[in-house]
Nanobody
Framework: QVQLVESGGGLVQAGGSLRLSCVAS????????MGWFRQAPGKEREFVAAISWSGDRTYYTDSVKGRFTISRDNAKNTVYLQMNSLKPEDSAVYYCAAQYGSHRSWRASREYDYWGQGTQVTVSS
């Protein structure tokens, strides 16, 4: 069992930055693929970024490439999402998620086994 707790959300002006953190409890954090998703009001949850268990591979949705960076520190059981050049359309509740096993889709929310409670990000124009 893995429990995930996000933090770091808030209100920021367009063009600003935020860093989200997600701390995992439980064992074997370093064996999980970690992902970030977001959900805006009235919209479906969408994939943002994912990182391999070792941190050597990352994957981003096109709309955040070059602006967001996902990273992890397995010694601290923590995954991060550095968000720069934020836009109003980035406003959403951001969730971190953990996926165990191999050969699973990183983009599909149904392929993740554990979820955090979410943290609100609001970008004002």
């Amino acid at each position: 069992q893995v429990q995930l707790v996000e933090s770091g959300g808030g209100l920021v002006q367009a063009g600003g930055s935020l860093r989200l953190s997600c701390v995992a409890s439980g064992r074997a954090f370093s064996t999980y693929v970690m992902g970030w998703f977001r959900q805006a009001p009235g919209k479906e949850r969408e994939f943002v970024a994912a990182i391999s268990w070792s941190g050597d591979r990352t994957y981003y949705t096109d709309s955040v490439k070059g602006r967001f960076t996902i990273s992890r520190d397995n010694a601290k059981n923590t995954v991060y999402l550095q968000m720069n050049s934020l836009k109003p359309e980035d406003s959403a509740v951001y969730y971190c998620a953990a996926q165990y096993g191999s050969h699973r889709s990183w983009r599909a929310s149904r392929e993740y086994d554990y979820w955090g409670q979410g943290t609100q990000v609001t970008v004002s124009s």
